[in-house]
């Protein structure tokens, strides 16, 4: 009898159900990563990490993108694997097609000259190796504060021109050829 439940149970073929539903793969991410934390390396060394509470991925679009709505933190690390420059946003999005990012938001970037540069928009070519926008930057140096609208850069952000600059420069006047005497002096 127990020969015969068993020939009767392993016989039987599994029901399944699915569901067909449609999806917009405008709307709907092909991929969805929380916390997440990646190495990236080129010839075997370890040059950046990213750091993202939230990352869609829209692969399947029609324009296909990546999404970090939750902001995206990114690490330069020297050959010593010391952060050598850093770059920080409210939120991120990567063009897959034009290899095009655009940061968003409270973009605060510190390059390998140690110079804080802080802006609202970002966006980086990958194709055309360079960093750029048309909003307000502001740039501080060692020695000076630099403001402007608008910018181009190089992928480094070591090299960039201001549109539109102004800046704040430190001034000594002790240290100034022909400087200004008070009136009262002059003369005696």
Known sequence: MLIVAVAVIACREEVKSVVHRETN????????SRNVKTLISDS??????ITTKLWYIYSQAAKPYWFFPDG???EQFDKDFKTAASIQCD???????????RLD?????????KELILTNQLFWSQREQKVY??????IEKADRTL?????????RMTTYTLHRPSGIFPYDESRTPGSRQPADSIGQ
């Open 105 to 113: 938001g409270n973009v605060r970037i510190w390059n390998v000259n």
């Open 44 to 49: 075997g060394i370890t040059q950046y990490r």
């Open 91 to 101: 939120s991120a999005k990567y063009f897959e097609d034009k290899k095009l990012w």
């Open 25 to 32: 793969p405008e709307l709907v991410p092909t991929v969805t």
């Open 72 to 74: 995206l933190y990114l």
């Open 133 to 138: 926008s048309d909003s307000f930057i502001h």
């Open 147 to 155: 403001e402007g609208y608008g910018f181009t850069s190089n992928e």
